[in-house]
Nanobody
Framework: QVQLVESGGGLVQPGGSLRLSCAAS????????MGWYRQAPGKQRELVAA???????NYQDSVKGRFTISRDNAKNTVYLQMNSLKPEDTAVYYC??????????WGQGTQVTVSS
């Protein structure tokens, strides 16, 4: 099975930016949809953004206009550019395939903390 490793998280001030990366051990070319999810303390895991192989995207309402998901099949990597970060964005961020979500299979994620 494909291994996904998230990176790029860290501590930033409100209004700051981060770019998260999701590197796959193998090709992601054949995965139709890839997504970024997040889970904040005391909250359920939620979909943040998703992208299809054709480049179609969708976003959670709370991040529209601030986050951008992209996909580089040649580099086997999915990105999440996060701008204008808010304290409410603080969470562990995960990337996953549709199959991984369906099977409830998750990686370690990367921590994003937005605080002054």
């Amino acid at each position: 099975q494909v291994q996904l490793v998230e990176s790029g998280g860290g501590l930033v001030q409100p209004g700051g930016s981060l770019r998260l990366s999701c590197a796959a051990s193998g090709s992601i070319f054949y995965f139709h949809t890839m997504g970024w999810y997040r889970q904040a303390p005391g909250k359920q895991r939620e979909l943040v953004a998703a992208i299809t192989s054709g480049g179609s995207t969708n976003y959670q309402d709370s991040v529209k206009g601030r986050f951008t998901i992209s996909r580089d099949n040649a580099k086997n990597t999915v990105y999440l550019q996060m701008n204008s970060l808010k304290p409410e964005d603080t969470a562990v961020y995960y990337c996953n395939t549709q199959a991984g979500v369906r099977r409830d299979y998750w990686g370690q994620g990367t921590q994003v903390t937005v605080s002054s």
